[in-house]
Structure formats: C-alpha cells, structure tokens
Nanobody, 116 residues
C-alpha cells in the first residue's frame, strides 16, 4: 500500500528554520514527481514546492520568496522541505503529495506553527 508520512513539524520562532520530511512506502518515490502543499485554517490548500523524479528540476511558490528548498533522497525514499526565515504567515499544516498512475496520495500532514 502507498503511504506517505510527514515528520519534522512543530513550533518555530519567527526567523527560524525547520526541515520537514516525507517518508514514502509502497512505491518507489523516485519514479514520480513529488510535491509539498500547505493549508492554513479557513484557506485553500496551496502548492509550496515540487520536485521532479530525478530531483534536478524544482519549482516553488512565490509566497515563500525563495525561503524553501525541496530535495529528495531516493535511496531513503524520502523527500524534504527545508524552510528558512519563517514567518507567522507560514503557519499551516504541510502535506506531502504524490500522484501515482492517476491516483493522488496525501500524507497525514505536519503542523508548522511560527510564533514566539
């Protein structure tokens, strides 16, 4: 079965950094592009970053202003989201996403709270 499990969320102070991980199982994550999304209460889920299958091509939402880096370690079947210079408006649940042969899979989400 396909499973995506996020970890690394928590409370961070404004200006701080955090790295999220998404461990994949049930498929070879290196065979598919992967994405990070986020959703704040009362807001639409929005795309944060996408990484290609080979990990060379990446794209990012303008809202994070180059403060995030998506990467993958296909040997560990894991993707990462490094977030720097975090702001309170970055507070959201962050989700890992994979589209595999026409089916969308989501992780359970990791809460990121940027506050004192």
């Amino acid at each position: 079965q396909v499973q995506l499990v996020e970890s690394g969320g928590g409370l961070v102070r404004p200006g701080g950094s955090l790295r999220l991980s998404c461990a994949a199982s049930g498929f070879t994550s290196g065979s598919y592009p992967m994405s990070w999304y986020r959703q704040a209460p009362g807001r639409e889920r929005e795309l944060v970053a996408t990484i290609s299958r080979v990990g060379i091509n990446t794209s990012y939402a303008d809202s994070m202003k180059g403060r995030v880096t998506i990467s993958r370690d296909n040997g560990k079947n894991t993707i990462y989201l490094q977030m720097n210079t975090l702001k309170p408006e970055d507070t959201a649940v962050y989700y890992c996403k994979a589209d595999i042969r026409g089916i969308t899979y989501w992780g359970q989400g990791a809460q990121v709270t940027v506050a004192s």
